[in-house]
């Protein structure tokens, strides 16, 4: 910044030019009041000239200036080095994400493709900055770098990145602060500190344009990869809601054979079973299982994208614990949970598929993993946290975040009288508009936790 403000007071020459551009990397230096003339030079030495307009008689118009210069920014780029592998790393939650007009997901931006996208609320919704992800992993990695690909315009480039880290999704530090995106194609961020817990969230703050849209093909990490210690849980197939049997043999029970050279099939001969498809399996210990891997057959249109997580003590009265788990876009993930699964049966139910069309999903293996030693039973639960309300108190309207779609919410008074309620349809950040309520103390319930909502 120092460089810049002696650029900015004078024109560098000799050793101090030499240096500007050898060393701090000026590019090129326009001096606007050269006497006359519309072709301007540039003083750099490197030879960008420019043309300039309504310069005046004999010399610019207004008072003299120090001139107009571009440095260089960019940061040094290592091609040879290998991004860290994302397939244990999953969308937890995002602020919008376009699936009605076409499917961009959130989920997009680890899948490892940079053909597919992430895209901002755009059809019958809008929403504007700030656009915001946020992403659990499964294991200790060291990200000192990212790198974000765009093959749009700057329309839809951001320019403004806030990073913070949580240990347990609900105490959040700041990593970078507002640091500055350069309009490229594939915007580099080199980290002062690391990312090192396990939830991170990444928060766009400001379109390069001031545009409302986001737009992101791939985020690539990089730095330090390290594996947390597993130890595997023992499994045994209990039942499924469906399988293939009439075409192939298409068990459930093959997801628990240890071969991958057999599936679990989904029914699809005849009249195809639509999802969601459910398996059941025996967790004779009761271990606290962290982790799921699961593998997939490598096809987008038989490959699940989300799913919930049940328990029971008996085989019989399951209770939900976790909802609409985002499963990695990859066809072999690491699942970490937020919450531990510990019971001795355990159902997931896949919910739809990666395309978020089609009825059919075929799963070669799922195993269970519980960490070693006290490091880690399981990423914290955002059962209560993460669901926020505010302001509170307010006057016109609340803002509540963790959603999921599916959800629903519901406003009463004190008394007990439905004042209103709400279906959430995408995953993230609802505002609720309150005008013309009284004043007074109100409740607003969701599934997963009640607020008192003070309106003034």
């Keep these: 910044m120092r460089d810049l403000q002696n650029y900015a007071t004078h024109q560098p020459e000799g050793e101090e030019l030499k240096k500007a551009r050898e060393e701090q990397g000026l590019k090129l230096y326009y001096q606007f009041n050269q006497s006359s003339g519309l072709e301007v030079q540039d003083v750099s030495g490197n030879g960008n000239k420019a043309t300039r307009a309504n310069v005046g008689p004999d010399g610019d118009a207004w008072r ?24 244990s790393y999953r969308v937890l939650t995002c602020s919008d994400e376009e699936l009605e007009k076409r499917n961009t997901p959130a989920d997009y931006i680890l899948d490892g493709d940079v053909k597919t996208s992430w895209h ?149 001969n005849d009249n195809p079973k639509a999802y969601k498809h459910s398996i059941t399996f025996e967790n004779k210990n009761s271990q606290a299982i962290a982790l799921f891997r699961i593998k997939q057959k490598e096809a987008k249109e ?49 919910l739809n598929n990666q395309e978020h069309k089609g ?12 960490y070693e030693g006290q490091e880690l039973t399981s990423a914290p639960s ?22 999921y779609s599916g959800e629903s919410l519901a406003l009463y008074s004190l008394s007990g009288v439905l004042v209103q309620t709400a279906e959430i349809k995408h995953d993230g950040t609802l505002r609720l508009n309150l005008q013309g309520l009284a004043k007074g103390l109100y409740i607003l319930r969701s599934e997963r936790g009640n607020f008192k909502l003070e309106v003034r």
Excluded at 359 to 370: H, M, N, P, Q
């Design 64 to 87: 003299d200036s120090a001139g107009v210069f571009s440095l260089d920014f960019s940061e040094e780029d290592d091609d040879q080095a290998k991004p860290l592998d994302t397939r």
């Design 120 to 268: 901002s609320l755009y059809g019958k919704v809008r929403k504007s900055y700030p656009h915001s992800v946020t992403i659990l992993r499964a294991n200790k990695d060291r990200i000192n770098k990212l790198k974000i690909y765009t093959n749009r315009g700057k329309n839809y480039r951001a320019d403004l990145l806030t990073i913070e880290e949580s240990a347990n999704g609900y105490d959040w530090q700041v990593v970078e602060e507002e640091r500055y995106l350069a309009d490229k194609s594939i915007q580099t961020v080199s980290l002062e500190s690391p990312i090192k817990e396990a939830y991170f969230r990444l928060t766009f703050k400001h379109s390069n344009a001031n545009a409302i849209f986001l737009f992101i093909n791939e985020i690539a990490f990089y730095g330090e990869a390290e594996a947390l210690k597993r130890t595997e849980v023992p499994l045994t197939y209990s039942s499924c809601s469906d399988e293939e049997l009439d075409k192939e043999n298409g068990a459930g029970r093959n997801a628990f054979d240890k071969n991958e050279q057999t599936l679990w099939y989904s029914h699809y």
């Design 302 to 350: 038989y490959a699940a994208g989300k799913m919930n997580i049940l328990i029971s003590d008996n085989g019989k009265d399951f209770k939900l614990l976790s909802q609409n788990i985002r499963l990695p876009y990859h066809y072999d993930v690491l699942l970490c949970l937020d919450k531990a699964a510990k019971a001795k049966y355990i159902k997931l139910e896949f």
């Design 359 to 370: 009825d059919f999903l075929a799963i070669k293996e799922i195993s269970a993993y519980t």
């Design 382 to 403: 955002l059962e209560q946290k993460v669901l926020r309300c505010y302001p509170n108190p307010t006057t016109d309207y609340v803002i509540v975040e963790g959603l």
